[in-house]
């Protein structure tokens, strides 16, 4: 059973820098790809970054150039930095991970104060 867990959340101010890490419970150059997601109170969970297993990376319009997703085979670690952090990106973000089938953290509070 693979365990993924969050951590680097907390209260920052606009334009400020978070930087998440995500630890899986194992090596996570098994999963075909991971991801983050942020759900802020009453939306849809929506997806933020993407990293592929070859490295592609993907992000959305709304944090392209302010977050940057990296993983560490060697710490089976993955990071999120966020930059420039708006009250907008307030949200609780999860790590998500797939192989034949997905898994998911217990999720990390990001507060961005304006």
């Known amino acids: 059973q693979v365990q993924l867990v969050e951590s680097g959340g907390g209260l920052v101010q606009a334009g400020g820098s978070l930087r998440l890490s995500c630890a899986a419970s194992g090596r996570i150059n098994m999963f075909d790809r991971m991801a983050w997601y942020r759900q802020a109170p009453g939306k849809q969970r929506e997806l933020v970054a993407i990293?592929?297993?070859?490295?592609?990376?993907s992000y959305p319009d709304s944090v392209k150039g302010r977050f940057t997703i990296s993983s560490d085979n060697a710490k089976n670690t993955m990071y999120l930095e966020m930059n420039s952090l708006k009250p907008e990106d307030t949200a609780v973000y999860y790590c998500?991970?797939?192989?034949?089938?997905?898994?998911w953290g217990q999720g990390t509070q990001v507060t961005v104060s304006s």
């Open positions: 990293i592929t297993s070859n490295g592609y990376t």
């Open positions: 998500n991970a797939i192989t034949t089938r997905s898994y």
